[in-house]
């Protein structure tokens, strides 16, 4: 079957004659704050979107509908740009193959992006370059779930190999039988399934560089990333580290992104989710997690705390640009989630809210993305840092932390949760 | 006769439900760079353009195309809008007279605004609430201009009322007889015109502040605003002090700021351009020239330098909602401007003279606006700040501007001014 984009919304005339244009396929808020860095840099973004309602279509000139799971739509919409990127990782590979096939420059390549789709595939890759994973397998019987389970006495966790996010697609049985289950049922479901073992977190970082085509890499300082039922609802940049070992393992993480960019031939921006652990003697250790291969929530804290935010530093890298300084700002900056609340919104609207915060906050940044409410939707975030010339101790680490915390929930839910 | 906007480029769809909808009049490089904040803030900016292809038009979903000069099209435009703004002085302010009659929230009003549109009636009303200005008059004949070359002893500055800008509209002529054969010339032009005394100028400054109409003020520091040709060219902010006389006019220009803010009751963003010159006793003085009331050029520095840019200050001010910290980021911030090369655009395209720059400067942000070459055009600006934690010292600052002067001359010309 073929088809063709809806144009109505196309603007060709947006397009700043000689300036480079960027497809972007996706129309979430990763795409809506990449068209903000592209109008900082007068390059053009043209979007496809599945709605002219969509976050990122009200941010951007050119708009073009249609639905990422054509093949047609997308080659439609890739025609002519100077390279096409994405704002989620569910383009299928097999049209990205043939787009580049064609001449079209896709970043990340599909040969790159594999390992941030498919959960069993990455941690084979990690295996392979040398990073650390958990032990883990790929389950495909009931039978094989209950081998995990003997093996690894209990401490499972199952994931489906594909298309989670926000803890969605994972899950903790806590028996054996309840294991078998629930794996009986996903199986049933055509669900790809892998396990891995269980671990003990001491707290989650996440590690983010940029690479482009030609090699050239810049890295951020790696973050902590502070979550709750599998969503993240704080960053704070850079990881505070309280010992030595703990200053180590960070130092890991942060040359480990490097390395698996370089392994992967990862373009764009990557960000790679990890673990902090303790190993047998007790000691600070890392575990990969999961990689993203785009801007990611742990580097939304770059737009107001870096020289160059995670948006504009992919526009530049995908279109093999040289990358922009990484320098912080600020000594520390801080990230919190607006997730909508889970029963309801509250009535006072949310510019009343913003207004509440700015009150209370003048140096609060918010960042909203067009989006309704929905319960636990991320809908927004806020970044707050350190005063210029304010040393990043613990005293000021933590009030930043409870700043930027009270103002997002106040955003969430109308009420100062200390009050 | 009446006419109604080409609305064949509105995007309705691209308002994010219960958010605030500003409408701006204009779409030149301000209204582009609102926008970029307007998507960050989560409120839907809605354009009266010329063009689809105008600066700002190729920034905004939600693009309605009409001249300002036709009322019905300005009415239609205002018509919804929880704020109306400008991105230039230009619309007529009976139009706005009209919007405000009919409940239309027009920001800032049009009793501030004459005072940005009109060189004479500022000058009255500043020497009426006791703001520096230079011995000025109103000249309607060749016979007021022969007097004032008398009066100052043939110190004269000539300017046409309004519709100046980037020097346009400013004369100094050498001679009585020159000044009489220029003044002749532009009468029968029909050019309203002024007179002031020619000022020995130190330097020129720029003194920023935002006021909402419930009278919250913020103000930003004093920036040197450097001059050629009657164009900016580069800001440096905060704007060094030499001496203790030094710094005292600086505090001196940032308080008077504030007064005429409050004063003349403008909302938005307010620029007041000064000069500094020097008493009859040697010391440093302020002398009002100009003011604008909406973002400006010597502002483009709050984008990299400041916690709140004025952008986002316009907007937040001319909504009546809270104002942002307009902390520093960084101790110094250099803005230079990208203007047109007098003679060509240089074969290089710009985005290859971008890369060069980013090169040699990872740290510079540069800002295009998506405007074609012309001659002394304003077509971006490159900022510059010093890293986190470094002092303001003389070398920091004088490194400084040389190298945004560097990467906005290579921006301008495709060559290293050094090498
Ligand atoms: N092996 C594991 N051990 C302990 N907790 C885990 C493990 N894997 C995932 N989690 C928890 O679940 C969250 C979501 O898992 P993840 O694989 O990142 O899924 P998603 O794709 O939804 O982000 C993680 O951020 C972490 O808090
Ligand atoms: N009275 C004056 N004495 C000396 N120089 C002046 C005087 N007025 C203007 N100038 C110079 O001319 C420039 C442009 O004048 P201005 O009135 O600001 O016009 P514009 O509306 O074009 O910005 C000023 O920035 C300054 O360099
Ligand atoms: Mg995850
Ligand atoms: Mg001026």
């Given at each position: 079957?073929s088809?063709?984009?809806?144009?109505?919304?196309?603007r060709p005339d947006?397009?700043?004659?000689?300036?480079?244009?960027?497809?972007?396929?996706?129309d979430?808020?990763?795409?809506?704050?990449?068209?903000?860095?592209?109008?900082?840099?007068?390059l053009?973004?043209?979007l496809l979107a599945?709605s002219?309602?969509a976050?990122?279509a009200?941010?951007?000139a050119?708009v073009w509908?249609?639905?990422?799971?054509?093949?047609?739509?997308?080659?439609?919409?890739s025609?002519?740009?100077?390279?096409?990127?994405f704002?989620?990782?569910?383009?299928?590979n097999?049209?990205l193959?043939?787009l580049i096939?064609d001449g079209?420059n896709v970043?990340?390549?599909p040969s790159?992006?594999?390992?941030?789709?498919?959960?069993?595939?990455?941690r084979?890759?990690?295996r392979?370059?040398?990073?650390?994973?958990?032990?883990?397998?790929?389950?495909?019987?009931?039978?094989?779930?209950?081998?995990f389970?003997d093996?690894?006495?209990?401490?499972?966790?199952l994931?489906?190999?594909r298309?989670?996010?926000d803890?969605?697609?994972?899950?903790?049985p806590?028996s054996?039988?309840?294991?078998?289950e629930?794996?009986?049922?996903?199986l049933?479901?055509?669900v790809?399934?892998?396990?891995?073992k269980?671990?003990?977190l001491?707290r989650?970082?996440?590690a983010?560089?940029a690479?482009t085509?030609s090699g050239e890499?810049?890295s951020?300082?790696?973050?902590e990333?502070?979550?709750a039922?599998?969503i993240c609802?704080l960053a704070?940049a850079p990881?505070?580290?309280?010992?030595?070992?703990?200053?180590?393992?960070?130092?890991?993480?942060?040359?480990?992104?490097?390395d698996?960019a370089?392994?992967?031939?990862?373009?764009?921006?990557?960000?790679?989710?990890?673990f902090?652990?303790?190993?047998?003697?007790?000691e600070?250790?890392?575990i990969v997690?999961?990689?993203?291969?785009?801007?990611?929530n742990?580097g939304?804290?770059?737009q107001?705390?870096c020289v160059?935010s995670?948006f504009?530093?992919?526009?530049?890298?995908?279109?093999?640009r040289p990358?922009?300084s990484?320098?912080?700002?600020?000594?520390?900056?801080?990230?919190?989630?607006v997730?909508?609340?889970?029963d309801a919104?509250?009535?006072?609207?949310?510019s009343?809210?913003?207004d509440e915060v700015?009150?209370r906050?003048?140096t609060?940044?918010?960042?909203?993305?067009?989006?309704?409410?929905?319960?636990?939707?991320?809908i927004?975030?806020v970044n707050?840092?350190?005063p210029?010339?304010?040393?990043?101790?613990?005293?000021n680490?933590?009030?930043?932390r409870?700043d930027?915390?009270?103002a997002?929930?106040y955003?969430v839910?109308?009420?100062w949760?200390?009050?």
């Amino acid at each position: 079957m073929s088809s063709e984009p809806d144009l109505h919304l196309a603007r060709p005339d947006a397009h700043a004659p000689g300036m480079p244009l960027v497809t972007v396929i996706g129309d979430g808020q990763l795409a809506r704050m990449m068209q903000q860095s592209g109008i900082e840099l007068g390059l053009t973004v043209r979007l496809l979107a599945g709605s002219g309602a969509a976050s990122a279509a009200q941010a951007t000139a050119d708009v073009w509908l249609g639905e990422y799971t054509d093949e047609d739509v997308v080659r439609a919409v890739s025609a002519g740009a100077d390279a096409v990127t994405f704002d989620h990782e569910h383009v299928p590979n097999a049209f990205l193959e043939g787009l580049i096939a064609d001449g079209v420059n896709v970043q990340p390549q599909p040969s790159a992006l594999i390992n941030a789709q498919d959960k069993l595939v990455m941690r084979k890759k990690m295996r392979e370059i040398g990073a650390p994973v958990p032990p883990f397998a790929e389950i495909l019987s009931v039978a094989d779930a209950e081998g995990f389970w003997d093996a690894t006495a209990g401490a499972v966790c199952l994931k489906a190999r594909r298309g989670g996010y926000d803890g969605k697609g994972v899950w903790f049985p806590s028996s054996r039988s309840e294991t078998a289950e629930l794996v009986a049922e996903l199986l049933d479901r055509d669900v790809p399934l892998m396990a891995e073992k269980k671990v003990t977190l001491v707290r989650e970082l996440s590690a983010m560089v940029a690479r482009t085509p030609s090699g050239e890499i810049a890295s951020w300082p790696v973050v902590e990333s502070v979550q709750a039922d599998g969503i993240c609802y704080l960053a704070v940049a850079p990881a505070p580290a309280a010992t030595g070992g703990q200053a180590h393992a960070v130092a890991k993480a942060h040359t480990l992104a490097r390395d698996v960019a370089e392994e992967l031939g990862v373009t764009g921006v990557l960000a790679v989710e990890l673990f902090e652990t303790v190993d047998e003697a007790g000691e600070p250790e890392i575990i990969v997690n999961e990689l993203a291969m785009r801007p990611h929530n742990t580097g939304h804290w770059t737009q107001d705390g870096c020289v160059t935010s995670q948006f504009e530093q992919h526009l530049r890298a995908v279109l093999d640009r040289p990358l922009g300084s990484t320098a912080l700002t600020s000594t520390t900056t801080v990230m919190a989630n607006v997730l909508g609340d889970a029963d309801a919104d509250p009535e006072q609207a949310m510019s009343a809210r913003m207004d509440e915060v700015w009150r209370r906050f003048p140096t609060a940044k918010i960042h909203l993305y067009g989006k309704d409410w929905r319960p636990r939707r991320k809908i927004g975030h806020v970044n707050m840092s350190l005063p210029c010339g304010a040393a990043a101790t613990d005293e000021n680490v933590a009030a930043l932390r409870r700043d930027a915390q009270l103002a997002s929930d106040y955003l969430v839910t109308a009420t100062w949760k200390d009050q």
